[in-house]
C-alpha cells in the first residue's frame, strides 16, 4: 500500500535547525527510518518534504484522488493554513498528523492544528519515533 509521508517547511533544516528542539538527526536519516520502517511492514513509504504551500496542497490532492494514506508533519502550516486543513479534509484514508516537538508544551500559538480535525489520530512529541508509530498504525489499520 503506498503511503506518503508528507513533511512541510524548514523540515530540511532537521539536524541544523534548533538541534535542542528538533535533535541533532537530519531529514535524511528520518526519511531512511521511514523507508526502512515501511519495508518491514509492508507499506510502500513516499517521502517528501517541501518549503512551498502549494505543492503540499497538491501532494494531499494526490492523495484523496488516489485514497493514499497520509503521514503529514505540516509544521508551521499546522497553525496558519485554512487550505492545508481543507485539503486534509478530502482524504479518505488514514491521515495521521505528527509533530517531532510536543507542540502543546511551546507557545500558544503552536496549540492550535487545522490538521487535527480531519486527522484519524495526532502523535506529538516523541521525534522521529512518531513517525515509525503512525505508519505502524497505517500498517495496522
Ligand atoms: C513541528 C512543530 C511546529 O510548531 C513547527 O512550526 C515545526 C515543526 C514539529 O515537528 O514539532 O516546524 O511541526
Redesign the pocket.
Known sequence: MKTLVLN????NRLGK?EPE??GSQTLADLAELCAATGKDLGLDVDFRQTNHEGELLEWLHEAADNGHPVVL???????TSVAVGDACAQLTAPLIE??????HK??PF?HHSYVSAHATGVI??LGFQ?YVAALDAIAAG
Open positions: 512541510g517547511p524548514n523540515l535547525r528542539i528538533y508533519n505540516a509544521a508551521a502550516w499546522t497553525h505528527v509533530h517531532l516537538s510536543n507542540v511551546r507557545e503552536r506529538v512529541g512518531g
